[in-house]
């Protein structure tokens, strides 16, 4: 599996719009939960369980959890460290789609 770069993170989004969509309904959920923990990866590792084991990078946790907390201000719940992530496109402006 190729490495995921700022560069790369647009192409890997365009060629798998289902699993964003599941780390968003997954959160979604850990939110409802009423849980104060919750990291990307962690997410990610839930859509993993969900769906038999499906292998995607881990690499790609920084970028969704950015997209995110744009997307969902009101639910910004991952803290952002400085990370490569914040040079990607920003998922709102369909500059992936």
């Keep these: ?22 780390f968003c309904e997954v959160t979604f959920a850990n ?11 962690g997410m990610l590792y839930e859509v993993r369980k969900l769906w038999d084991g499906v292998r ?8 969704y959890a ?14 952002e460290r400085p990370s490569e992530a914040d040079r990607a496109p920003d998922l709102r402006q369909g500059a992936l789609f």
């Design 31 to 41: 939110i409802g939960r009423k849980n104060k923990r919750i990291s990307a990866l």
């Design 66 to 79: 950015r997209a995110f907390n744009r997307e969902h201000p009101a639910h910004a719940i991952f803290k």
């Design 56 to 63: 995607f990078p881990n690499k790609i946790a920084p970028y």
């Design 1 to 22: 599996m190729k490495d995921i770069t700022p560069e790369s993170f647009p192409i890997f989004h365009r060629e798998n719009p289902a699993l964003y969509a599941k």
